[in-house]
């Protein structure tokens, strides 16, 4: 099974209400894993249902496969049904390029500091 | 008399002539390359000299006749008129594609799926035009011009066009099996077993591509063979009706075969002139095996805005090109039926990319978190991104000359 880690730091809140977290990949997610790591933020989404605020921080992650695309696309979905937020930091190169050919770059935000995506995550969003 | 049969033969030209040039008027109306069309079609009037060839040398030396060999072994008439029915199609499906085979493999003809349907329609007709020609010469001199006006129209509308069907169908699996590489390609990616490729591979000691190529030419011949010999059969039993709604249903078929995207693709690929990718090939290959798995969730708005991403950085990939082109023919598939069956059977819509672009939050209303006893869900990935009045005439063998002379293909 190749390495990877998934570990959640929890983020001070601005406002009343938001449950915020670092959540840090680390390795690689294939087929052989994505899986299992994936129990891991759906079990965070059932425990926050909402108003969850999630920083992905992709610094140390190497490789995303289909499948692992195809949950960060449901967790989206999860999270803002909820009336939460997901933003990326720091990804790697080939990652940033993959997320932007599928779309999800449009979708969720990405920074390449892990303050400017803090900043951004917690900052509520100017009415329309 | 000579002159006379001279004159004949010039006269059932002129009218076999006619309706082919009508054909050839509607096919020319969809096609682009008319002047090579042309020429097709002018090479394909000799196709039918191999098939008279054979039927010369089988009553020239009958012992070699294998037919009249197994007819002499079945009592059964239908088992020999399905025999019959059966030899000759394949004779003829095979002749009618064997120039486009020709001139493709020397030429580098076709490029499209739908131009190796459409070439294969030129060579029907061009055969259909000669036998008709003989067709018409003897009915005349053995039946008169009575006869000869009914089986005229018949022969000039539905014989033609069934035998434009016939190849047609033949055609089609022809131009997939030429571009076998991508197609096989994007199968991988769509998560198809290919389980009768994989055996035939190995058994054969040949490439996937090649074992799908192979394998898919016979699946067209056979597909042409089965419809050629239905038709002679139902003609034998004189079900004139049947082989109306036969054609036409064929017919309906083929055309929806001819309006698929896919088959606008041209999938041949100049080394020299293909831009490369600017994405790295792992990269790519992850996006690709999302699109496959997409497809199979029946997300294809998604598949088709990301192929159209895709192809921003690789122009020149044939398998995303042809991941949008069928993900194209879905959408249009569903809008046409689709849409009825939803109203009878209503799904749960899944949510598309853009629907959730679109929704993307402009404001956060703040809602206290209460505390809930939701049930675990972990989500899969769906893998899938499916008388005796009226009865009809007892078949009986045709004899030589009726094989050749029959009111059929």
Redesign the interface.
Known sequence: MTQSNITIEDIPAT?????AKLVKFQGQLDESNV?EK??II??LI?Q????LYLLFDFEELEY????S???L??W??KI?EG?G?IVIAKSKN?IL??L?????T??INCYTTTDEAKFALLQ????? | MPNDSFTLYILSGILAFIPALIWLTVIFKKTKRKGIQTLIFLGSIFSVVPVFILHYLLREYPQFDVLRLLSSNIRDATIISIFTYISVGIVEEIVKQLLIRGVDHKYLLIQTINESLQFSLISALGFSFAENIFYIYSIYINYGIKQLFIAYLFRSIFTTCAHLVFSGFLGYYYGIAKFSLNIVEQNKWLGKKQRLTNFISRVFGMSKTQSYKELTILKGLGIAIVLHATYDFLLELNQTLLVVIFIIISAAVLLHLLKQRSGKLILITDIDTQKTSSMAQKDEQVVIELLGMWFQDKKYVDVIHICQRLLQRDPDNKVVQLFKAKAGDKIQDESAYGKILKNIFPKKDQKKLDDLAKEKPETLPIVPIQATQAKATVATTQKTLTPTENKPAEPTAPTPEEQVFKLKI
């Not at chain 1, 509520?124 to 329309?128: G, I």
Request: avoid cysteine.
């Open positions: 406002t009343q209400g938001q449950v899986d994936a129990k759906y079990a059932e926050v249902p909402q108003n995303m496969n289909s499948k695309i195809g949950y696309t449901d989206y979905g803002t009336h937020k080939n390029d993959i932007q050919v599928v779309g999800l449009q979708l509520p969003s100017t009415p329309a």
